[in-house]
RNA sequence: GCACCAUUAGCUCAGCUGGAUAGAGCAACGGAUUUCUAAUCCGUAGGCCAGAGGUUCAAAUCCUCUAUGGUGUACCA
């Protein structure tokens, strides 16, 4: 707690009984213009209590604050107590606190005993990993991210697609029409294209579907051959998957796909029904839910008894919560599964009361298409690969143009498209709708991925070229320009952020915090030369842009933005 | 029909638990010791915060209704 806050809050309330120091504490606001100060109290709420006028109240609290030297000077505009802070102990105070990352560690005591399961990303087995994957693997990654910096212990689980009359198709299409030697040659697009494959016919002839049904059956039932393709089916997924993963620096604790549950599903079922929370439906095992809850009913079994996508998500609710004992479960998924999870939390919760409040349905606009709808079956995805090799061989083309010198031309090429893609997708809110479009993802200037980069690169590009003297001696007086300063209170808000993006789940809060940081560092850059500084001036400004850049960079980390060191 | 979500500058978006003159980027126009890398910085212009009510000392922010767009609504996931 920043000790210009407390000072004034304990000054108040010892002298207003009325006001408690809480109270005031959680009125202090960030001045809308930097001009009036650095901190400000507003003190309109106070006016009931006091039987004053916010102005006059005002006046007389800055009777109070005569001769402290904490602060520069207090004025009263419109009833708003405006606070400069005395800067050299301000700056002391904040940079103090930042030096040898003392803040990190602090801030990992945020979170500390807890734990956070995150279910995220998790693709379709057998079908290429498509844009419209990318929102929940970069926006999961960014939490868990998140979430463990606060010192919380984080389990990313991947949910694999990898049960479903789906599967059924594919075989059937493959006995017909390949051989496991050529699914192996040929990979996952060749699964893609076969599933296209099979709809197409199958509009022309609806027996197929029966056919698949059977092989699905067969799956179930532990055919041979079925359990053969199967495994052929997420092998080569997960190759694929697994490549992409690398590219953005997404990583999982477990792959448990859907499969992985249907062990428990029986028994899940059973403790339902125990808890009498089923009733028999239209032929169909369901859970009803209450009028308030204005939701359609669950189906557990279908008519015919086989599970559903919600039997299975139950289950692996119930493993989550027993295995993992965790705090919270976050599931990171498109708004259209709204009502679904809906359904599942509220028959766990029926069933156990105490995971209320547990698990949360972290949702995420919709992503769409200039040209409409796009859909597996038809084929007409937009590779997540290519994307992310269209971003790179822009990157290159640019690279060139300004005869930069880079060391490795593609792996930067690859590191600055792949960060484009990310920012361009954290740096917005989650629940915004997205329309797809090209320009958009690969625009490079003004408030995206590269300027982020690019600013760190100048940050790194001061420190090698300038060596700094021993930093125990620093004399932070000699920070006295505007843009020190504002770069200063800006990094002091870092913990707020991480804090704020945790309470929200919301990584875009971290994405604004860097534009934030990257403007007034560029500011700073511009109008302070640090290489002919005098010594004293070269040193605190050194100083301070060593805080910085771990501060950033964390930051960086944090949303999975890769870091370049020349560009 | 019912439910959920969204609507802020020409475009893409910020706007913290209600607080001062609603902020950025892009696009447009004008400028910056050719430098510690100009993927930068500074300036100009651009707004009935979808509309109407309500609560409040104070509403882009909270509540209600309406409009527009998106999504979901029992045997897909």
Known sequence: MNIFKLQAAKILSTNYPDLSQNLILDSFELPKNSEFGDMALPCFKFAKALRKSPIQIADDFISLFHGNELYESITNIKGYLNFKFSKTIYIKSVLDNYTNENIFAELSLFGKNKTMVIDYSHPNVAKNMGIHNLRSTIIGQSLYNIFESLGYKAIGVNHLGDWGTQFGKLMWALEKWSSIEEVEEKGILFLNEN???????????????????????????????????WKLFIKISMESYKKIYKRLDVSFDFVTGESFYIQF???????????????????????KFDESDNMPPCLLKKSDGATLYGTRDVAAVMYRLKVFNPDVILYITDIAQQLHFNQVFNIIEKYNPSS?????????????????????????????????????????????????????????????????????????????????????ILSFEGETGPHIQYS??????????????????????????????????????????????????EPSVIAHYLIELAKNFNRFYRNNRIIDAPKDVQDSRIHLVKILISVYGKCMNLLGLPIVEKM
């Open 195 to 229: 599933y296209v494959r099979f709809h197409k016919e199958a509009e022309k002839n609806p027996s197929m579907e029966d056919e698949a049904r059977k092989w699905f059956k067969k799956l179930e039932d532990n055919d041979l051959d079925a359990v053969k393709w």
């Open 265 to 287: 599903l029986a028994e899940t079922i059973a403790k339902l029904e125990t808890a009498n929370l089923t009733e028999i439906s239209e032929g169909a095992l369901v859970v």
């Open 356 to 440: 209320k409040g547990k698990l949360e349905h972290i949702i995420f606009g919709r992503l769409s298409f200039p040209d409409g709808q796009m859909s597996t079956r038809k084929g007409n995805i937009i590779p997540l690969n290519e994307v992310l090799d269209k971003a790179r061989d822009k990157v290159l083309e640019i690279l060139d143009e300004r005869e930069v010198e880079v060391p490795d031309k593609y792996e930067t090429a690859e590191k600055i498209g792949i960060g484009a893609v990310i920012f361009n997708d954290l740096s917005r809110g989650r629940i915004k709708n997205i329309e797809f479009d090209w320009d958009q």
């Open 456 to 505: 760190y690169v100048r940050m790194h590009n001061i420190l090698e070229r300038v060596k700094c003297s021993d930093t125990s001696e620093i004399d932070f007086s000699a920070l006295t320009d505007e843009y020190s300063y504002e770069l200063i209170k800006t990094l002091e808000q870092f913990s707020k952020k991480v804090i704020q993006a945790h309470d929200d789940r």
